[in-house]
């Protein structure tokens, strides 16, 4: 099993002076190829500042970062986009409101020059469940899940081998929730894909991945297999209140959380 | 348990006329609550959050509510005039809404906030007002409340805002709480802290609460009974310590999609929406 992509030692800085954060610190991980990866943690973890400068939208940052072997630097080629491309966590805002379906799947095709335009458009509207009925409409005629499935699809024609997956569900209901995860499966095992998936949502994280990562005020805490999540054995303590608190509300509990700070 | 429920609602509909027709967003629902903790379940567009602020008058045009019976403490609510119903809203039946930061006036300092909700409703002069809304601030647990109470909104963290707009809401001392959502733009273990300041809040003052969300497991872990709706009608209420026996499909099928920490991995089993679901309410 080759390493389709590795991070070592990375740290990203915001702001100078008193308004400086360092966001990500020393963080480090291998991702296999044909697995899916999570980074877990709250909000201000710094997981999604990772997921965005493997991505390229950060390219403010330092370390190392290899993706199928070659190293990455600040800026990308358009290789690099044909290879990994991003689902964001809004589909309310991550779609042209003036673009038609058509259009949104159409621009890339468009970028990277690929034939057949056509086919490949009604293909991946099948691939992600949405009949070529879907290709014309706009954005504000679909809804959550449709949405989602659109912007799974404008990741997908472009054949990448990763797909970075920030909170793809956390807009939406339990329900389609359910159907989102399961098309991300089956995409992935069809087509061999690596998936980085960001998430605050353990349940989801244990559903989805084969290794995660523990993210509190911008270090991993802790990097595990996901039978250790799954038998409810996670080492570290943070991780530990993580997953009591996702089992739903415990009066007892509660009173026994901790303020985990930095730990320098 | 007292005998008589705080709220009854019989029958509340509420209507939408547009172009397209008549929009009918809750369709003739019942319930009836106590001094206790009722969960309203539902996904978007279910109707859930509509209820809550029928309740308390906050429906804006066009959208009409009509009911059998909304009775409040012994008060039918809708034959109340505007001005009565400004005595009722805050003082005895408040609400909290989702998000702190669209809910808090983000030009005005969050003790004067919390301070003016006092003012309000009982006539006390300033330095009273501030002993209690930093009364108020400690019993919802903030470390500082002197240096909070001198914040502006855009100076504390989302959990910190969403237990000020708890600490605004609570002053007045209500008989009723409305909680839309309170907690779902926050972390996990913040949310549960925030529940866990309500839950006490609520067994010490005897207060009722609707807790509105679409969180089914956290409002099974949280409630005393839950009320699940889809698309404006009520499906099922039960005991939530009951929940995971409860028997309507779409409760099951809720529960169903959910994925599990020790889960296998598997396909998880897709909800199948029933059109009888939409004829047939509780």
Known sequence: MTAMITASDLNVIFGKGADRVHAVRDVSFSVTEGTTFSLVGESGSGKSTVLRALSGLNP????????????????RDKAFYKLVQMVFQDPYGSLHPRHTVDRILMEPLAIHGL?????????????????????????????????????IGR?????????????????????????????????????????????????????????LAVMNHGAVVEAMDVGLLKS???????????????????????????????SE | MSDTPLLTVEDLKVDFPTRKGLVQAVRGISFSLGREKLGIVGESGSGKSMTGRSILRLVSAPGQVSARRLEFDGIELQSLSESQMREIRGQRISMVMQDPKFSLNPVMRVGEQIAEAYRVHQNVPQDEAKRRALDMLRAVRIR????????????????????IMIAMMLIPDPDLLIADEPTSALDVTVQLQVLAILDDLVSQRGMGLIFISHDLSL??????????????????ICDAKNLSAARHPYTRGLLNCLPKIDGDGSDLPVLRRDPEWLEHGL
């Open chain 1, 60 to 75: 403010d940052w330092r370390g190392a970062l290899t993706v199928a072997g070659k190293a990455l630097t600040p800026r």
């Open chain 1, 115 to 151: 034939s057949d335009p056509d086919r490949r458009i009604e293909q991946v509207l099948e691939e992600v469940g949405l009949g070529p009925q879907f290709r014309f409409r706009y954005p504000h005629q679909l809804s959550g899940g449709q949405r989602q499935r659109v912007a």
């Open chain 1, 155 to 211: 990741a997908l024609i472009l054949e990448p081998r990763i797909l970075l997956l920030d909170e793809p569900t956390s807009a939406l209901d339990v329900s389609v929730q359910a159907e989102v995860l399961n098309l991300l499966q089956r995409l992935k095992a069809e087509r061999g894909l690596t998936y980085i998936l960001v998430s605050h949502d353990l349940s989801v994280v244990a559903h989805m991945c084969d290794e």
């Open chain 1, 232 to 262: 409810h054995q996670p080492n570290h303590p943070y991780t530990r209140q993580l997953m009591t608190a996702s089992l739903g509300y415990d009066r007892a509990a509660i009173d026994r959380f901790e303020d985990f700070g930095l």
């Open chain 2, 144 to 163: 500082d409340p002197e240096r909070v109470y001198r914040a502006f909104p855009h100076e504390v963290s989302g959990g910190m805002g969403q237990r």
């Open chain 2, 219 to 236: 409002v099974a872990s949280f409630c005393d009974r839950v009320v699940i709706m889809y698309a404006g009608r009520v499906m099922e």
